[in-house]
């Protein structure tokens, strides 16, 4: 069982994440937007096996929490996801923060198979 932070602003999106990494017997705990995700790794001290982040959210987007994350905890898996070309784009120089960023939408397959790499990362 693998600690994941889900951070996510579209409600539905965050429930069918976390109900799927869930199901595949992890602890999952979820953030809103990029700032509460943000505070919930500086109060955990980055105790999580893996971050999966959308990009585009509202007060902090991803890459902008992924760059604060990576720079407190360097050794912090993080995964991204969005569903806009541009913002795959931003996240292309981001080799060194983040693992891989995951189109959406996803099917259930796809995002237990993502974050299965990940976690093997």
Same mark, same amino acid.
Request: aromatic share 4%; proline share 2%.
């Given at each position: %069982?693998?600690?994941?932070? *889900? *951070?996510?602003? $579209?409600?539905? *999106?965050?429930?069918?994440?976390?109900? +799927?990494?869930?199901?595949?017997?992890?602890? #999952?705990?979820?953030? /809103? $937007?990029?700032? /509460?995700?943000? /505070?919930?790794?500086?109060?955990? =001290?980055?105790?999580?096996?893996?971050?999966?982040? $959308?990009?585009? %959210?509202?007060?902090?987007?991803?890459?902008? %929490?992924?760059?604060?994350?990576?720079?407190?905890?360097? +050794?912090?898996?993080?995964?991204?996801?969005?569903?806009? +070309?541009?913002?795959? /784009?931003? +996240?292309?120089?981001?080799?060194? *923060? #983040?693992?891989?960023? #995951?189109?959406?939408?996803?099917?259930? =397959?796809?995002?237990?198979?993502?974050?299965?790499? =990940?976690? %093997?990362?």
């Amino acid at each position: %069982m693998k600690r994941i932070l *889900v *951070v996510e602003d $579209d409600a539905s *999106v965050r429930a069918f994440t976390a109900r +799927a990494l869930a199901v595949d017997g992890h602890l #999952v705990e979820i953030a /809103e $937007d990029g700032m /509460e995700g943000l /505070e919930i790794l500086t109060r955990e =001290a980055g105790a999580y096996d893996l971050v999966l982040s $959308d990009i585009r %959210m509202p007060a902090m987007d991803g890459i902008e %929490m992924a760059k604060e994350a990576k720079a407190t905890f360097p +050794a912090l898996r993080i995964l991204l996801m969005t569903g806009y +070309a541009d913002q795959r /784009e931003r +996240a292309s120089d981001l080799e060194r *923060v #983040v693992l891989d960023v #995951v189109d959406k939408p996803f099917t259930l =397959a796809d995002i237990r198979s993502a974050v299965s790499r =990940a976690l %093997m990362h």
